[in-house]
């Protein structure tokens, strides 16, 4: 039997793009459905009736929310294909990507998003608490060619996807994280050179144009 | 020193989350009260990100953030399983677990401790809450099946806490939602 998979996403999502990169390092096929936030499917509502986000991955009529859940959930399905495993085999190191993962998701894009959204003296204090956490992520880097380790995993994974973004960040907070972070960016750009990662980012343009774009729609300029 | 040690607060239903996973693997350890207010070197050491409790030691492994550490501890020890085998469960298992930290903690604490406006707000978001967890456990005894699991275990502050805490306060939200006690 094959499978059914269906991802629904929006353009624009780093949650979404951490999806896409799983499901191309995989090598699965599926249907991508871009929703449109401001008027979401019922399909979306049916199969996120909790929380009515994307991105939503559905594996045979089963709905997978949360973009670091559908990741391990990807890992287990897939497992015996060409790629190698995302998260580590050992307990404890699968242990310390998901703390960081989580820490992803509860420093950097709540700062971030502070960072386009705010002005002044507000988006100062955002800024630095953005390179902070950013500053901390380089630390457990460290000297490794990826968060991974030797090879691209789960956590390269969760924040990859946040470079997209960096553009934009950039261009609203008027700073260069590559000066702050130099090895940071630069294993970003490593994390670029394979496909799943180049194929499954937003350009950033684009990005930044999508905050324009909400700023205006929200009143934030 | 012992193999595995825990610091915690005897008030923290995050901790004890972490004794009930050992405890369901036999696991033997070592306690070690903190004080929130005074926290020690140690605290600071293991969990410079967030000094929060509960940490866990294993053979030198620092593991923090509780549901990070019952995944660890099912993954380590032999024993009755805390999250089921099969990927969409474990899914669905991780997913409510996560939701009742992100939409059931805080409103269930602001329902209890603020006034007004706000306690109204957080009632109704506690209340919408309660019944999707209800939903969950329809027809089964556990949120696990036949036995406890990772969401039982999360889940463990209603059972102990709120209900006290609801009794203190004079609140009335549980009585709508019996079944999960």
Redesign the interface.
């Known amino acids: 039997m094959s499978d059914e998979v269906i991802l629904l996403d929006v353009y624009a999502s780093m949650f979404g793009m951490r999806v896409r990169i799983a499901l191309a390092e995989k090598g699965v096929e599926y249907e991508y459905r871009e929703e449109d936030l401001g008027n979401k499917s019922p399909f979306l509502l049916q199969m996120n009736p909790v929380y009515k986000k994307i991105p939503v991955l559905i594996h045979n009529g089963n709905p997978i929310c949360e973009s670091l859940l559908i990741l391990e959930y990807i890992d287990e399905v897939w497992k015996d294909n060409k790629s190698p495993p995302l998260l580590p085999s050992d307990a404890y190191h699968r242990a310390t990507a998901r703390f960081w993962a989580d820490f992803v998701d509860k420093k950097v894009f709540d700062l971030g998003r502070r960072l386009w959204t705010r002005k002044g003296e507000e988006q100062e204090a955002a800024k630095k608490e953005f390179i902070d956490a950013l500053k901390l992520l380089e630390g457990e880097l460290g000297n490794k060619p990826y968060l991974g380790g030797d090879k691209f995993g789960y956590l390269d994974v969760a924040l990859v996807a946040y470079y997209s973004w960096f553009y934009a960040y950039e261009k609203c907070g008027n700073f260069s994280i590559e000066e702050h972070c130099p090895k940071l960016v630069a294993w970003a750009k490593r994390c670029m050179k394979k496909e799943s990662v180049a194929k499954s980012l937003a350009d950033p343009i684009k990005v930044y144009e999508f905050t324009l774009m909400l700023k205006k729609k929200y009143g934030l300029e | 020193m012992a193999e595995v040690q825990v610091f915690g607060v005897w008030s923290s239903p995050f901790v004890r989350r972490v004794e009930m996973g050992l405890k369901m693997k036999r696991v033997e350890y070592e306690y070690v009260e903190e004080d929130l207010k005074n926290k020690s070197d140690l605290l600071l050491k293991y969990n410079p990100?967030y000094k929060k409790v509960p940490v866990m030691l294993?053979n030198g492994?620092i593991?923090?953030?509780s549901l990070?550490?019952l995944?660890?501890i099912d993954?380590?020890w032999e024993g009755p399983p805390i999250l089921p085998k099969d990927?969409?469960e474990?899914?669905r298992a991780?997913?409510l677990a996560?939701?009742i930290d992100d939409?059931c903690a805080s409103p269930i604490w602001k329902a209890c401790w603020s006034k007004g406006e706000e306690r109204e707000k957080a009632i109704v978001e506690t209340t919408e809450a309660l019944k999707?967890l209800e939903n969950e456990l329809k027809g089964k005894k556990f949120f696990g099946g036949d036995n406890i699991g990772l969401v039982d275990i999360t889940a463990n502050f209603i059972a102990g806490w709120f209900l006290g805490l609801q009794e203190f306060l004079g609140l009335q939200i549980l009585t709508k939602i019996i079944s999960l006690i």
């Open positions: 990100i294993h492994n593991l923090v953030e990070i550490i995944e660890y993954e380590v990927p969409y474990r899914a991780r997913f996560k939701f939409k999707i």
